[in-house]
């Protein structure tokens, strides 16, 4: 099943904003991965000072997550200090609290905001 090409940048802008208890709740429950999936770390993450994303990772892979979009890149090597994951069109860098998605043209800086 493949799903149609949606700029990153366009789906963080549709996003709701949700506010209060029962909307975090709600929103909370969009944002995570089956069991099985195995993730060691989970991170929300803020973008453009508006949009959430929970970023899931473990040493292999990490799964993206905005609203019911979810994304899945895995590891590269590098010799840099950044973790790095890739997908065919998407590089994600993380660096301290800092994650930097990349999709040709587009860069997004996000900053953790909370582990989850």
């Known amino acids: 099943m493949s799903f149609p090409f949606v700029p990153l940048g366009v ?12 909307a975090r709740s709600l929103s909370s429950l969009a944002m995570e991965s089956p069991w099985w999936e195995n993730y060691d770390q989970k991170d929300r993450y803020l973008c453009s000072e508006k949009n959430e994303i929970v ?13 019911n979009q979810r994304s899945t890149l895995f590891r590269e090597d590098s010799s840099s200090t950044a973790l790095l ?19 040709f043209p587009q860069t997004i800086r996000c900053i953790r905001t909370e582990e989850v």
């Open 85 to 103: 994951f890739r997908n065919g069109d998407m590089k994600l860098t993380l660096r301290g609290d800092e994650m930097i998605l990349e999709r």
């Open 11 to 22: 789906i963080l802008l549709l996003l709701p904003i949700h506010h209060g208890p029962v």
């Open 55 to 67: 970023l899931e990772r473990n040493a292999s892979q990490a799964s993206l997550i905005t609203g």
